[in-house]
């Protein structure tokens, strides 16, 4: 147990939420992880959250289209605020998150991409697209990269890597499927111990 708290934010189906949630249940992640922040009401990962009493909330400039940057942060901050998050994990979140919620979290912000950047990432490049752009290329390895986020998609300096294998045989299916198998098992190992710097700073300061 630590005193930390953390706020995953998705879009999509919520399989790395979940493993996230298994890793907390298991005891490899200390934090709690009382809230998931999302721009679709409808997504997997809501669901996920439901079933594991973790606090929905939902935030998506449709709702608030006459917010200014500013503002449309504080929307954020607010809520990151009420429920006192120190880190900030994003899983399938399809969204730029505002600016100046990134430089209130700086260096507490993080994300998983399904490809070895900085290769094979940008605009349009998220999931099964990424699979598809890295068997066009021909490449041999690909792989996983957590990374720091800041304001630029896919830029924030790399904390992890791990290459995955690419088969003979693969289609964008079956590797999506082994880059996720690492995705679930990495994740809350560098969550595990990016909770224990940010504990320690914490406590020490
Ligand atoms: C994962 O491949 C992750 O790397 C990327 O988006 C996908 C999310 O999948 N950022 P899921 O919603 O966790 O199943």
Redesign the pocket.
């Given at each position: 147990m630590n005193n930390l708290n953390i706020s995953v934010f998705?879009s999509?189906?919520?399989?790395?939420?979940k493993a996230i949630l298994k890793a907390k249940r298991n005891g490899i992640i200390k934090s709690n992880i009382p809230l998931l922040i999302t721009n679709n009401s409808h997504c997997g990962?809501v669901e996920i959250a439901k079933k594991n009493s973790v606090n929905v909330v939902h935030i998506s400039r449709k709702i608030y289209p006459d917010l200014d940057e500013k503002e449309y942060s504080q929307v954020f901050l607010n809520v990151l605020e009420e429920f006192k998050i120190d880190l900030i994990v994003l899983?399938?979140y399809m969204k730029l998150l505002p600016e100046y919620v990134v430089e209130r979290y700086e260096n507490k912000i993080i994300?998983?991409?399904?490809a070895l950047l900085p290769s094979f990432c940008g605009k349009g490049m998220?999931?099964i697209n990424v699979h598809r752009a890295v068997l066009e290329a021909g490449v041999k390895v690909t792989g996983i990269t957590i990374h720091y986020v800041n304001k630029e998609y896919d830029k924030g300096k790399i904390i992890f890597q791990k290459c995955v294998e690419i088969k003979e045989n693969d289609d964008e299916i079956s590797l999506q499927k082994r880059v996720?198998k690492y995705?679930h098992k990495y994740y809350p190992l560098v969550i595990a111990s990016l909770e224990k710097i940010i504990s320690y700073e914490k406590s020490n300061n």
């Open positions: 998705a999509g189906g919520g399989s790395n939420f990962a899983a399938g994300n998983i991409h399904p998220y999931g996720l995705e």
